[in-house]
C-alpha cells in the first residue's frame, strides 16, 4: 500500500513541533444515539434514515454507539490515547427543536457535561456548530436553499457561544458545506436527497452567508469583566473545515491539465473563494446555463469574507481528472492504480501534500491550517475470542499520512494539528453502519468498545516513539 514517494530519510513523530494538536473527530448524529430524550426535535437525518431505501439496511441514527450516556467512557479511552483535542458536534435539534424560537437548556447541558469530562481528562473541547443535522422544521420551510436558514443559524450559533462560551477551546462553523449543499440538495445522496442543481447552488450560497454570519456574531461579543464566558468566547479560535479537492491531471496534456483545474471549482473555489473576498467560479454556473445562479444578494460575499482564525480540511483521497468533452465542464474523473479503502477510495498521501500545498499557496498563507479530519474504512473484524481487532491496512494508512503531514511542516506549511476520523465505528450515512472507520471497534449489539490496533499505534505517535 505504498503511494508515489515515501520519505527518503528516517524520522520518527517526536518531529512534530511542540503543541501540535493531535485529536480525534466525531458528528452528533453518527454517535449520540438518544434521538427522542430530553428535548431532542427531529433533524432531516431523522426522516431521511427512516425513508425506505435511502440508508443502507434502513438503519438510523437512533441509537449508534449511545455516546449520549456512554461519553465517560469514550473521553476516558481519548485520555489513554493521549489526545490533546475531541472534535465533536452540536446537534442543531438537540439545543433548538425547532431550528427557531425556544432552546432546550436540557441540550445544552449536555455540551456542558461533555466538555467538563474532557477537560477533567486534560482534552480540549472543539465544537462544530453545523455536521448536516438540519431541524426538520427549517427544511419543511424550505431549508438551507432558503435565505432566512442562514439568519437562523447565526441566531442558533450565537445562542451556543452565549451558553458554551466557557466550555469551548475551538469552534468551527460548519463541516464540509458541500456535502450539505451537494450531496443534499443536487445529488440526493444525503438527507434530505433533493437533485435540484440550482438548490445545491442557493444551499451553498446560504451555509456559507450563515458561516460568515456567525463569525461576524462571534467576532462582536464583548468581554466585559465579570461577564460569565466572557473570557472564553474572546479567546477561542474560530474557523471552518471543508472537504476539498484538487484533483491531478491524468497526464500532462494540455486538455488534461485544463479539466483538473475545473475539478476544483465547485468543490473548492465555490467554497473558498468567497472566504477570500474573491467571487464564485463563473465559469462553473456557465456550464449549466439552464439553472439559476446562486441567489446573491448586496453585502453577502463582504460576510462571508468575515476573516477566520484557522482553516480546517478534512482528506481522504484525491481524485485522477482526465478532458471529457461529453462533460458540460469538460472533465471526468478516471481510474488509478491506487489500492483502495473499504469506501472504494483511492489511498493517496501524496494527494495530501499537494492539497496543502495548493490550498497553502491559494490563501496566501493569511490563516493555520489543521487537518480536521482523516481516516479509512477498513474491513475489520474481531479475532475469535472478541478481544482485539487487526488492523495492519489502517495503521499503514495513517502512517503515510502522518508522514506526509511532517513533510508538509517541514517545507513552511503552517499546520498544528491533526484529527484522525474516527475514535470509534459509527453511524456512517446513507451506508448506514456498514462501514467502520473507527480506531475503535464497535459492537453495535451490546455497546462493547475494543480498540484496534490502529488506537495502539496512534498512541505511539502521540507520545513521540513511532517512526515514520
Not at 194 to 216: D, P
Not at 246 to 261: F, G, M, N, S, V
Not at 266 to 273: I, S
Request: overall charge negative; glycine content about 10%; hydrophobic content about 35%.
Amino acid at each position: 500500500m505504498k503511494d508515489e514517494q515515501t520519505p527518503s530519510r528516517a524520522r520518527s513523530s517526536a518531529d512534530f513541533p511542540t503543541g501540535f494538536l493531535w485529536g480525534v473527530a466525531a458528528a452528533s448524529y453518527q454517535v449520540e444515539g438518544a434521538v427522542n430524550e430530553d428535548g431532542r426535535g427531529p433533524s432531516i437525518w431523522d426522516t431521511f434514515s427512516r425513508t425506505p431505501g435511502k440508508v443502507r439496511h434502513g438503519h438510523t441514527g437512533d441509537v449508534s454507539v449511545d455516546q449520549y450516556h456512554r461519553y465517560p467512557e469514550d473521553v476516558t479511552l481519548m485520555r489513554q490515547l493521549g489526545l490533546g483535542a475531541y472534535r465533536y458536534s452540536i446537534a442543531w435539534p438537540r439545543v433548538q427543536p425547532d431550528g427557531s424560537g425556544a432552546f432546550n437548556q436540557a441540550g445544552f447541558d449536555y455540551y456542558k457535561r461533555l466538555s467538563d469530562e474532557l477537560h477533567r481528562q486534560g482534552i480540549k473541547s472543539a465544537a462544530t456548530l453545523y455536521h448536516w443535522d438540519l431541524p426538520q422544521a427549517l427544511e419543511d420551510a424550505g431549508g438551507w436553499p432558503e435565505r432566512d436558514t442562514a439568519y437562523r443559524f447565526a441566531e442558533y450559533a450565537a445562542a451556543c457561544f452565549a451558553e458554551l462560551g466557557d466550555y469551548v477551546d475551538m469552534w468551527i462553523t460548519l463541516n464540509e458545506p458541500w456535502c450539505s449543499a451537494v450531496l443534499g440538495y443536487d445529488i440526493g445522496e444525503h438527507a434530505p436527497g433533493h437533485t435540484s442543481k440550482s438548490k445545491g447552488w442557493a444551499a451553498g450560497h446560504h451555509l456559507m452567508l450563515g458561516h460568515g454570519l456567525a463569525v461576524h456574531a462571534y467576532r462582536s461579543l464583548s468581554g466585559t469583566a465579570g461577564q460569565p464566558g466572557a473570557g472564553a468566547r474572546a479567546t477561542a479560535p474560530i474557523g471552518v473545515t471543508h472537504n476539498f479537492e484538487t484533483p491531478r491531471p491524468a497526464t500532462l496534456h494540455p486538455e488534461d491539465i485544463e479539466a483538473a483545474d475545473r475539478g476544483a471549482d465547485m468543490r473548492t473555489r465555490f467554497f473558498l473563494d468567497p472566504m477570500l473576498g474573491l467571487p464564485y467560479p463563473e465559469r462553473h454556473f456557465a456550464a449549466y446555463p439552464e439553472e439559476t445562479p446562486p441567489p446573491v444578494l448586496e453585502g453577502d460575499m463582504e460576510i462571508i469574507a468575515t476573516p477566520v482564525d484557522f482553516l480546517g480540511l478534512n482528506y481522504y483521497f484525491e481524485p485522477v481528472v482526465a478532458a471529457d468533452p461529453e462533460h458540460p465542464e469538460g472533465f471526468c474523473v478516471v481510474d488509478s492504480y491506487h489500492e483502495t479503502t473499504d469506501m472504494g477510495w483511492p489511498i493517496t498521501p501524496r494527494g495530501l501534500s499537494r492539497q496543502l500545498h495548493w490550498i497553502w499557496d491559494h490563501i496566501g498563507g493569511r490563516c493555520p491550517l489543521y487537518i480536521t479530519e482523516n481516516g479509512c474504512a477498513m474491513p475489520d473484524d474481531l479475532t475469535p475470542d472478541g478481544m482485539r481487532c487487526h488492523d495492519p491496512l489502517r495503521v499503514q494508512y495513517l502512517r503515510e499520512h502522518f508522514s506526509v503531514a511532517l513533510d508538509a511542516i517541514e517545507e513552511g506549511i503552517d499546520l498544528r494539528g491533526y484529527f484522525v476520523w474516527s475514535l470509534i465505528d459509527n453511524f456512517e450515512w446513507s451506508l448506514g453502519y456498514a462501514k467502520r472507520f473507527g480506531l475503535v471497534y464497535a459492537d453495535y449489539i451490546n455497546q462493547r468498545r475494543v480498540p484496534k490496533d490502529s488506537y495502539f499505534y496512534l498512541r505511539e505517535v502521540i507520545s513521540g516513539a513511532e517512526a515514520l
